[in-house]
């Protein structure tokens, strides 16, 4: 238990601002990053199947169109709805305020970061497409702050709410499982895929979640993971009866880590099950190439 009370210790330079005067934790900085490249790749089709050249110019050469982009103000109004959508509809569940009415400080934040890597020429200093390097790298970043909005924004306010809070939902079994994943995973899939705000125009489809093997996606299932797992940890506590009696900094770290094997073994499967791939990540493959020529 020491040790992850120390480790927890050690993120926390990363977990709050690091001036009064300037209001945004690292991780803050990071996530907005993070977020704006998986909509810079889907705006731009690095997920989309190889194209086949639609044109020839005058050189008889295959040309192929460049996909259409969406609007930056469409991407933009995608991108709040992902990161405030579903604090949003709690908070007229609660007749609360949200925050981003409250202080602007992160919305702004999210939307300036994403101008400057999508419309700015730092854009080509950033990777194109997802790859198993950086996938890995970023499975550490990725499960620090996915799990203090599943755990410590999302089930502690519901524990302890603000005295401020009109109408506080009750602290029961369902509450405390449903809405960290209210906050998490509905209002991302309408941006990303129901109505398909980083394609160029907009568009009504099935969310992928709702597809055949949707329920596999990690962003899916792994709300209905964690959460249950920190209230296990740090239980008995009211709607939870059963637990650990660990304390609330030690159960985020462990939930952290859990976390981060999810996303280690996600950028695994979709980055790196064949041996090509890791081949090229130590950086040999090239080598073996050329002696085989």
């Known amino acids: 238990m020491a040790s992850l009370t120390a480790l927890h210790n050690r993120l926390s330079p990363i977990l709050s601002p690091a001036h009064p005067s300037f209001p945004f934790a690292p991780i803050d900085i990071i996530g907005a990053m993070r977020l704006s490249s998986v909509i810079n790749w889907i705006a731009t089709g690095a997920f989309d199947p190889p194209s086949t050249p639609s044109s020839k110019n005058k050189k008889g050469s295959s040309v192929v169109t460049k996909k259409a982009r969406a609007s930056i103000w469409q991407e933009l109004a995608g991108l709040m709805i992902v990161v405030f ?3 949003t509809f709690l908070s007229m569940c609660t007749g609360s305020t949200p925050s981003w009415l409250v202080t602007p400080n992160i919305a702004l934040l999210f939307c300036a970061v994403h101008v400057i890597q999508s419309r700015t020429p730092f854009a080509q200093l950033l990777p ?5 390097p950086f996938e890995l790298f970023m499975a550490i970043p990725d499960a620090i ?18 005295a401020t809070t009109p109408k506080p939902l009750p602290a029961t079994p369902a509450s405390l499982v449903l809405v960290p994943f209210i906050l998490a995973v509905p ?5 990303f895929s129901t109505f398909n705000f980083f394609q160029s125009t907009l568009s009504l489809t099935t969310p992928v979640e709702l597809k055949p093997k949707g329920w596999m996606l990690v962003d899916t299932w792994c709300p209905l993971l964690i959460s249950p797992l920190f209230l296990t940890l740090i239980g008995p506590v009211e709607g939870w009866n059963t637990g650990l009696g ?9 939930c952290m880590v859990v976390l981060w094997a999810c996303f280690t073994g996600r950028a695994i499967y979709n980055f790196g099950y064949k041996k090509e791939h890791w081949l090229n990540l130590l950086g040999i493959s090239q080598e073996i190439k050329t002696k085989k020529e």
């Open 128 to 132: 194109k497409k997802p790859s198993l």
């Open 85 to 87: 959508g579903g604090e």
């Open 246 to 254: 660990w304390t609330e900094n030690e159960s985020v770290v462990a």
């Open 145 to 162: 702050g996915r799990t203090l909005l599943l755990t410590r924004f999302s089930v502690i306010p519901l524990l302890y709410p603000a």
């Open 187 to 191: 209002f991302a899939s309408i941006a």
